[in-house]
């Protein structure tokens, strides 16, 4: 990274809050799953942790917040770990153009969704994680392994959020009962969606995510803990993925304005990657009609405008 932009990067983030602050409650909190709804739509925080361990942070980033669909980065580092490539055996990797939560092209593919970061193609990873383990076991493993991504043992799952998903998930059910009628799950379906929806309500503030999210920065490597996570090829392939699919049919229009890997949860976080740089993670529950971040989303244009970590080139 440039000396010029760490020795700034503390009064950017500050910049970027300042201004947006008052855009706060623009947006449509989630309210599907009745859990989120309670949450205060002005929450807003941002952490940025560069590749050296300094960590740059605004607003309420220390506030734990359900990380919902990020979670879908770090369930799919998992099953790669298990499964390798026949990974893409059960789930594909192209854009989907469609919402997060679409059953539309699973009747055309035979089953099988389109990529892992849209909710039909994350139930199919969730099966991937479970292969040899109870529900228990697997949501366990999902928990230490954030843990140990984060280098942060408090880390937890909100249990409240995972009851009201399950009580209200009739859509994630009638996605998973059409994938298991085409042969598509391995386990049963309640067991998935169980795995599932508690890994969606896995609570983290902003820096934890962003310490999450540092081996996708660091070419497969947590620089801060030493500890090589994935190769620096898989890593590449997941930013990739990310950048293509990770904020549902909002993908093309994330990359247009930021032009970074990220992946987006209806809790109202987004995690981003400026490889080579910095784990971007920031936090502010009103949504976009995408189901992503709104000021969220803005947060991180400001920050790749000043910054020229877009992926795409240069400032401006
Ligand atoms: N986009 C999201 O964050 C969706 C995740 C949410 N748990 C769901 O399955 O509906």
């Known amino acids: 990274m440039c000396a010029a932009v760490t020795g700034?990067?503390?009064?950017?983030?500050?910049?970027?809050?300042?201004?947006?602050?008052?855009?706060?409650?623009?947006?449509?909190?989630?309210?599907?799953?009745?859990?989120?709804?309670?949450?205060?739509?002005?929450?807003?925080?941002?952490?940025?942790?560069?590749?050296?361990?300094?960590?740059?942070?605004?607003?309420?980033?220390?506030?734990?917040?359900?990380?919902?669909?990020?979670?879908?980065?770090?369930?799919l580092t998992l099953a790669l770990g298990k499964h390798g490539e026949t990974t893409w055996n059960r789930v594909g990797r192209e854009p989907s153009g469609s919402a997060f939560n679409s059953i539309v092209q699973l009747e055309h593919e035979n089953g099988k969704p389109r990529n892992p970061f849209i909710n039909a193609g994350a139930i199919v990873v969730s099966d991937l994680v479970m292969a040899?383990?109870?529900?228990?076991?697997?949501?366990?493993?999902?928990?230490?392994?954030?843990?140990?991504?984060?280098?942060?043992?408090?880390?937890?799952?909100?249990?409240?959020?995972?009851?009201?998903?399950?009580a209200t998930g009739h859509r994630n059910e009638a996605l998973a009962h059409f994938m298991k009628s085409f042969g598509k799950l391995t386990h049963p379906v309640d067991h998935v969606l169980g795995v599932y929806f508690h890994q969606c309500a896995l609570?983290?503030?902003?820096?934890?995510?962003?310490?999450?999210?540092?081996?996708?920065?660091?070419?497969?490597?947590?620089?801060?803990?030493?500890?090589?996570?994935?190769?620096?090829?898989?890593?590449?392939?997941?930013?990739?993925?990310?950048?293509?699919?990770?904020?549902?049919?909002?993908?093309?229009?994330?990359?247009?304005?930021?032009?970074?890997?990220?992946?987006?949860?209806?809790g109202g976080g987004i995690l981003a990657v400026a490889p080579g740089r910095a784990s971007v993670a920031v936090w502010s529950p009103g949504l976009n009609r995408n189901g992503n971040s709104l000021i969220g989303s803005l947060a991180l244009e400001m920050l790749a405008a000043k910054t020229g970590w877009s992926v795409f080139g240069g400032p401006g």
């Open 8 to 75: 700034d990067l503390q009064a950017i983030i500050e910049d970027i809050h300042r201004t947006l602050k008052p855009r706060l409650g623009e947006g449509k909190v989630a309210d599907y799953i009745p859990e989120l709804a309670k949450v205060d739509p002005e929450k807003f925080g941002i952490a940025v942790i560069d590749l050296e361990g300094n960590v740059f942070k605004a607003g309420d980033c220390d506030e734990a917040f359900s990380i919902q669909s990020v979670s879908k980065v770090f369930t």
């Open 132 to 166: 040899g383990h109870t529900p228990r076991e697997a949501i366990g493993e999902i928990v230490r392994f954030v843990q140990y991504l984060a280098d942060d043992a408090t880390i937890g799952i909100d249990p409240a959020v995972a009851r009201s998903e399950a």
């Open 203 to 266: 609570a983290m503030n902003c820096v934890q995510l962003a310490r999450a999210g540092l081996f996708l920065a660091g070419n497969g490597r947590n620089p801060l803990t030493g500890h090589t996570v994935v190769s620096s090829q898989r890593a590449r392939r997941i930013n990739a993925l990310m950048l293509t699919c990770g904020h549902y049919d909002g993908s093309g229009d994330f990359a247009y304005h930021v032009g970074l890997p990220g992946k987006s949860g209806v």
